[in-house]
């Protein structure tokens, strides 16, 4: 268990639907990501928040938007969804904004479903 | 961009030394090298992070040679369940944005 957790685990909607996706860091940890897998792929960054700040982006579309909350929670909302958008969505946690050096921990990934 | 290259899948043999090497040839001087692993659909997990040299934990080794444009993640006498996709990732503080987990090597443990 690595102290983050996501809800929902498992989310089945529509095509032009909205969803949104929570993320609770680890204890202490500062730093929220959020990241992309669709099947057989590899992890696509999205977006860091650190301290309710946007820190970095990656390729997050404009559909996509996230923020981070002051008790340091974070939601990322999905809307306009596709069905290209079905994919898992991890979120990740580290004590700082030293991404590249720093341990990142991943939550168990909410599994999207576009129908 | 310290883009990353790793072998697509390996096969080993429970018991046997396995050593997945990722190629880095544009890391930068503030890159640091971490890989993790990750199961079918949960999220990937930390395994080691250098910068050079060797390091060395419970579970694996990393080799990182001087000029730094590869390193190889050894992992001992695997079992069964180290059967997972392995993730070579390069980057540094200012470049979060840059991370690319890539689609890692997936790794087949044999009885």
């Known amino acids: 268990d690595s102290g983050v957790t996501q809800t929902p685990k498992h989310l089945i909607t529509a095509t032009g639907q909205r969803v949104t996706l929570r993320c609770s860091p680890r204890?202490?940890?500062?730093?929220v990501y959020w990241y992309q897998q669709s099947l057989d792929q590899g992890l696509q960054f999205l977006i860091q928040?650190?301290?309710?700040?946007?820190?970095a982006k990656g390729n997050i579309l404009e559909r996509f938007s996230a923020q981070q909350f002051p008790d340091l929670h974070s939601e990322l909302n999905l809307s306009s969804l596709e069905l290209g958008d079905s994919a898992l969505y991890f979120c990740?946690?580290?004590?700082?904004?030293?991404?590249?050096?720093?341990?990142?921990?991943f939550g168990p990934g909410t599994r999207l479903l576009v129908l | 961009l310290a883009k990353t290259t790793q072998p697509i899948s390996m096969d080993s043999y429970e018991g046997q030394e396995v050593n997945i090497t990722c190629s880095h040839n544009?890391?930068?001087?503030?890159?640091?090298i971490t890989w993790y692993q990750q199961f079918p659909s949960q999220g990937p997990r930390f395994i080691i992070q250098?910068?050079?040299t060797k390091v060395t934990n419970e579970v694996a080794s990393l080799f990182i040679p001087a000029d730094r444009k590869s390193s190889t993640l050894s992992l001992p006498r695997v079992s069964l369940s180290d059967t997972a996709v392995y993730y070579c990732?390069?980057?540094?503080?200012?470049?979060?944005?840059?991370?690319?987990f890539g689609t890692g090597t997936r790794l087949q443990v044999f009885p």
């Open positions: 928040y650190y301290n309710g700040e946007e820190r």
């Open positions: 544009n890391i930068a001087t503030n890159d640091y």
């Open positions: 990740a946690s580290s004590p700082g904004l030293a991404g590249g050096e720093e341990t990142q921990y």
């Open positions: 204890s202490g940890d500062l730093s």
């Open positions: 250098g910068y050079k």
């Open positions: 990732l390069v980057g540094d503080e200012y470049n979060t944005d840059k991370l690319i």
